[in-house]
Nanobody, 122 residues
Framework: QVQLVESGGGLVQTGGSLRLSCAAS????????MGWFRQAPGKEREFVAS????????YYADSVKGRFTISRNGAKNTVYLQMNSLKPEDTAVYYC???????????????WGQGTQVTVSS
């Protein structure tokens, strides 16, 4: 069984930056991809970004392209989401996911973390 622990959320002003981290443990992750989704109050959970095992395949939602950057550490068990130029509409609970697929549709079939709150004030 895999465990995911997210960290790095918080309150930031419009235009600010945050870096989310998600550490995976509990099993081997050979060839697994990792990613981020978010869910704002009253809205469905939506894809944000994902990265495959080797880091050579990355997807971003159009709404975050050019502002967010996803990356993985050398050991492949931690994924990061660097969020710059944050907007109030980025306010949401951000969830980490790990699984064998990284496409925006298939990534949601993986295992989920508990989420971390990101609030962007205007």
């Amino acid at each position: 069984q895999v465990q995911l622990v997210e960290s790095g959320g918080g309150l930031v002003q419009t235009g600010g930056s945050l870096r989310l981290s998600c550490a995976a443990s509990g099993r081997t992750f050979s060839s697994y991809g990792m990613g981020w989704f978010r869910q704002a109050p009253g809205k469905e959970r939506e894809f944000v970004a994902s990265i495959n095992w080797s880091g050579d395949t990355i997807y971003y939602a159009d709404s975050v392209k050019g502002r967010f950057t996803i990356s993985r550490n050398g050991a492949k068990n931690t994924v990061y989401l660097q969020m710059n130029s944050l907007k109030p509409e980025d306010t949401a609970v951000y969830y980490c996911v790990i699984g064998p697929r990284v496409s925006p549709v298939q990534a949601r079939l993986g295992s989920w973390g508990q989420g971390t709150q990101v609030t962007v004030s205007s």
